[in-house]
């Protein structure tokens, strides 16, 4: 399967969705798109230059969330090729075959939901936003949470998904998937407790930021929280409670 773009979706439910939409484009720097679908629910939060690798859903069940879309060339095909290496549809077509409006709802082994969606030819990746103080940040990666049951299979079956190696990091909690420089979101997968063995993967966004306390201090200002300080990333709660990181990492690279 060929990844050509990939975008982090963000699923607020009916009575979060202005003020949250408003917190995130204010953190990524971006003006919002009309919104589309047909109740209106979708919208992008739309880069200064680039194509957007951000969107936004407003939904009428269950707390929200983020999820991934992959955008592919050959959807029936990706489909059946997430379904051999253990995923499952959530979504699908009544009927023949698998498609409906272009995309495909799934969910991982561990329950983490993505979707296959049609490659529009998005291709131009974002530069990061520069903030006052000369220092500079951008929404550069999903971290999905793993269950310590389910980590091994998991990681394995994105792996393979996306057909890009494992890197390990600093901490042994925490695997990269090697970030592919024509994509604007980078994978990580992150192992969590050992007690439940019934608990679903879920994901945070994390961002890249040269100077993390000046970031932090930018959202406190527009009412985010600090959760917890690591030496290379601060975990936040924004404004209804949904947690994220802003991390010391290279936000033209990555790295």
């Known amino acids: 399967m060929r990844i050509r773009w990939l975008t982090a979706f963000l699923d607020f439910p009916t009575d979060q969705f202005g003020a949250e939409v408003t917190f995130w484009r204010a953190i990524a720097g971006s003006t919002v798109s009309p919104p589309r679908g047909e109740r209106r629910e979708f919208a992008s939060l739309e880069p200064f230059n680039g194509d957007p690798h951000l969107r ?8 929200g969330g983020i999820h991934l879309d992959l955008h592919v060339e050959d959807l029936g095909a990706a489909t059946d090729e997430a379904i051999r290496l253990g995923a499952s549809i959530i979504r699908a077509q009544q009927g023949d075959g698998y498609v409906t409006d272009g995309y495909v709802t799934m969910a991982s ?6 979707c296959l969606v049609d490659w529009q030819g998005e291709s131009e990746r974002s530069r990061p936003i520069r903030w006052p103080g000369d220092t500079i940040s951008i929404i550069d990666q999903v971290c999905i949470d793993v269950p310590y049951y389910a980590f091994e299979p998991e990681t394995d079956f994105w792996e393979r998904l996306t057909g890009r190696p494992t890197t390990a990091t600093s901490r042994p909690e925490l695997i990269r998937l090697a970030r592919d420089p024509a994509l604007p979101i ?24 040269t100077a993390v306390e000046d970031e932090v201090a930018r959202h ?20 209804v409670g949904r947690r994220y990181c802003i991390t010391s990492r290279n936000p033209r690279t990555g790295d």
């Open 56 to 63: 936004v859903q407003r939904i009428d069940h269950g707390p």
């Open 109 to 114: 082994p561990a329950g983490f939901v993505f």
């Open 186 to 209: 980078g994978i990580i997968l992150q192992r969590r407790g050992r007690e439940d063995t019934t608990e679903k993967a879920s994901g945070h966004l994390d961002l890249a930021a």
């Open 220 to 239: 406190a200002d527009w009412g985010a929280e600090v959760v917890e300080r690591f030496e290379n990333w601060t975990v936040m709660r924004d404004p």
